[in-house]
Nanobody, 124 residues
């Protein structure tokens, strides 16, 4: 099982930016499709973005398209989420996860390993 550690969260004003990182253990990172999800208090876990193994194809939920960018560095076993033009509605704990899917995966059910999350708080 892959161990995942997120970092980069914090408090930012609306309109600001943050870059989240998710470092993975193991030597098979490139074999995983990676995803970012978020969960606000009292709400269900929500898909944010995914980057597909081997092809690097990316996919985003509509609310973050044009503002967030997911990328990966297989040499560093790390996936990133660049978040720009943040709004208070983006406030949540952000979690990364791994999947063996060969296509973009938006359902949490197809992800196997999860990190503990990093908190993002956007003030108005």
């Amino acid at each position: 099982q892959v161990q995942l550690v997120e970092s980069g969260g914090g408090l930012v004003q609306a309109g600001g930016s943050l870059r989240l990182s998710c470092a993975a253990s193991g030597r098979t990172f490139r074999d995983y499709t990676m995803g970012w999800f978020r969960q606000a208090p009292g709400k269900e876990r929500e898909f944010v973005a995914t980057i597909v193994r081997s092809t690097g194809v990316t996919y985003y939920t509509d609310s973050v398209k044009g503002r967030f960018t997911i990328s990966r560095d297989n040499a560093k076993n790390t996936v990133y989420l660049q978040m720009n033009n943040l709004t208070p509605e983006d406030t949540a704990a952000y979690l990364c996860a791994t999947s063996r899917s060969y296509s973009f995966a938006t359902s949490a059910a197809v992800y196997d390993s999860w990190g503990q999350g990093t908190q993002v708080t956007v003030s108005s």
